[in-house]
Nanobody, 125 residues
Framework: VQLQASGGGSVQPGESLKLSCATSGAALNSYAYGWLRQAPGKEREWLSIITRREGVTWYADSVKSRFTISRDRAKNTVYLQMNSLKPEDTAVYYC???????????????????WGQGTQVTVSS
């Protein structure tokens, strides 16, 4: 599967962005999809995952209630709606696909088999 992330940009604190991850090469329900981010000088941080069949979602505590992951099977696209953005949300955001995963490992970058190229999000006043 190929992944293409887009939708990043520069916004002010409190504003919103919606990231898209266009997928190709496989049906959307062939994989679980996650979003992760990496800020300069920091390790890659897991944010959210949506399961491949039921579309169940999980979130990191740092983004729960502000970020929403979703998918559109007709468009083969996974989204990350980000609201109430904070300066600490500044990072490169990646979408990734996992063919096999368990809840205990969903936060680990090594769980994900395929990665998009990343899209920059900058939150600054």
């Amino acid at each position: 599967v190929q992944l293409q992330a887009s939708g990043g940009g520069s916004v002010q604190p409190g504003e919103s962005l919606k990231l898209s991850c266009a997928t190709s090469g496989a049906a959307l329900n062939s994989y679980a999809y996650g979003w992760l981010r990496q800020a300069p000088g920091k390790e890659r941080e897991w944010l959210s995952i949506i399961t491949r069949r039921e579309g169940v979602t999980w979130y990191a505590d740092s983004v729960k209630s502000r970020f929403t992951i979703s998918r559109d099977r007709a468009k083969n696209t996974v989204y990350l709606q980000m609201n109430s953005l904070k300066p600490e949300d500044t990072a490169v955001y990646y979408c990734a696909a996992a063919s096999r995963w368990v809840v205990s490992r969903m936060r680990q970058a090594s769980t994900y088999d395929y990665w998009g190229q990343g899209t920059q999000v900058t939150v600054s006043s």
